[in-house]
């Protein structure tokens, strides 16, 4: 059996999250050589990931410099794989999601004719300002992809209906693959301690469309929500490391007395505390996709979700990004409590943790 080389290529969180356990996979197959490069689009945020996995990535390309512009980011990664494109003239390359880093990576490929695998494909909003840029990306990123991973039906469905015919596998998502490397059953953390007692809140936010003013209504939401509930209810915000949501962070929520805003949590600590909340105020993606898993609601702080399925499970609930929007749902999730118990119902339409076996088997049958 000739031996396929496949590169790996990623660069923020999520991605690591996400690809970790699908290199792991790969690495145990003999047909394939794994190499691993990191472009560095996160850094603090990546390494955190690549040592929960004791992973050390081939290639390291540093690219993250403090505020830096999306089109200066695109150009260094694009010209960053390209040389590792051409050392190493891989069979294949995998990138994930819609970050710029899966981005530039897929149009390197694509120019120098390398076939690109897109793992998480087929998500959509068709609105390419929410989420920004990561609509434009993903589906940039479909139209040059030669195997589409889409994790459900419905992201498959997306990309025929934009012509993209074959190739589409649905896989699930790794994310839940990811679940069994990090969550535990006798979980103890300080954040639980503190909490005790109270109903503990899980808040992410970092969306590019939400900084300034949306953010600073749904901080003035939850500002309000937390300091009626004193007595009831712990917040637990584990700020982005991007020093432009920090700071609104701070200035309006500093002075809280039942929040922590925190540093980035390892990625083991964030599912377990998840898996322990209450419920979570959030605008990520990916733990939309974690919450549903665990059976706990998540008030979705956007407009709009490319990940339907978990609105329609139950879990989640787009609740904008206005403030008083966002206040009333907080305080009818924590009043009403047969809209919780509908909402905490554990759903899962991301698939049974074997995502990355079936890529695995779907490279291997392909390659
Ligand atoms: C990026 C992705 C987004 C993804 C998110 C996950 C793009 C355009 N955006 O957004 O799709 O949802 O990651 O978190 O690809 N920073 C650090 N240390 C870190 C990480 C970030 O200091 O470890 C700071 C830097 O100043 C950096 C800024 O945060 O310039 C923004 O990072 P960037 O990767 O551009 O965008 P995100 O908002 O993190
Ligand atoms: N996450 C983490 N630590 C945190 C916040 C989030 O490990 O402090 C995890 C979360 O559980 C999920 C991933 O990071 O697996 C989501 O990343 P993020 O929200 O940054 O990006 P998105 O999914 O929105 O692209």
Redesign the pocket.
């Known amino acids: 059996m000739a031996e396929k080389k496949i590169l790996v290529v990623f660069g923020?969180?999520?991605e690591a999250?996400?690809m970790c356990p699908l290199i792991v996979e790969l690495k145990q197959r003999e047909k394939f050589t794994v190499i691993t490069a990191v472009t560095g689009q996160h850094r603090e945020?990546l390494d955190?990931?690549l040592e929960l996995f004791h992973m050390i990535p081939d290639y390291d390309l540093k690219i993250m410099k403090a505020g830096q512009p999306l089109v200066e980011a695109l150009t260094a990664i694009m010209s960053g794989v390209s040389e590792i494109l051409d050392k190493v003239k891989p069979d294949v390359t995998l990138v994930h999601?819609?970050?710029l880093t899966a981005y530039a990576a897929a149009i390197a490929c694509y120019l120098k004719g390398v076939p690109i695998g897109h793992v998480e494909a087929g998500l959509r909003t068709y609105n390419k300002k929410e989420p920004f840029p990561?609509e434009f990306n993903r589906q940039s990123i479909g139209l040059l992809a030669d195997y589409h991973f889409a994790p459900t039906e419905r992201a498959k469905q997306n990309l025929i209906s934009e012509g993209r015919g074959s190739h589409v596998y649905v896989t699930g998502n790794t994310?839940i693959d990811?679940l069994k490397y990090t969550v535990r059953g006798n979980y103890t953390s300080a954040y639980l301690k503190e909490a005790e007692g109270r109903k503990l809140i899980l808040v992410?936010l970092?969306?590019r469309e939400n900084w300034n003013e949306p953010l600073r209504n749904i901080f003035r939401a939850l500002q309000r929500i937390l300091d009626e509930n004193r007595e009831r209810i712990f917040a637990l915000y584990?700020m982005?490391k991007n020093p432009q949501i920090r700071e609104i962070a701070k200035e309006l929520l500093g002075g809280c007395e039942n929040i922590r805003l925190t540093e980035?949590?390892?990625?083991a600590?964030?599912?377990n505390l998840?898996a322990r909340c209450y419920f979570v105020l959030?605008?990520?993606?990916?733990?939309q996709e974690?919450a549903p898993y665990f059976g706990r609601p998540v008030l979705v702080a956007r407009n709009v979700t490319e990940r339907p399925e978990g609105v329609e499970a139950g879990t989640l609930m787009l609740v904008g990004t206005e403030e008083e929007n966002v206040y009333l749902h907080m305080k009818q999730l924590l009043e009403d409590k047969e809209l919780y118990q509908k909402m905490s119902k554990a759903a899962n339409p991301y698939g049974d943790g074997t995502s990355c076996k079936q890529i695995a088997d779907i490279l291997e049958r392909e390659l």
Do not use: N, Y
Not at 264 to 267: R, V
Not at 282 to 287: A, W
């Open positions: 923020t969180r999520p999250i996400k945020m955190q990931v999601g819609d970050t990561e994310a990811a992410t970092h969306r584990p982005h980035p949590l390892d990625a600590d964030c599912h998840m959030t605008d990520s993606g990916g733990i974690e």
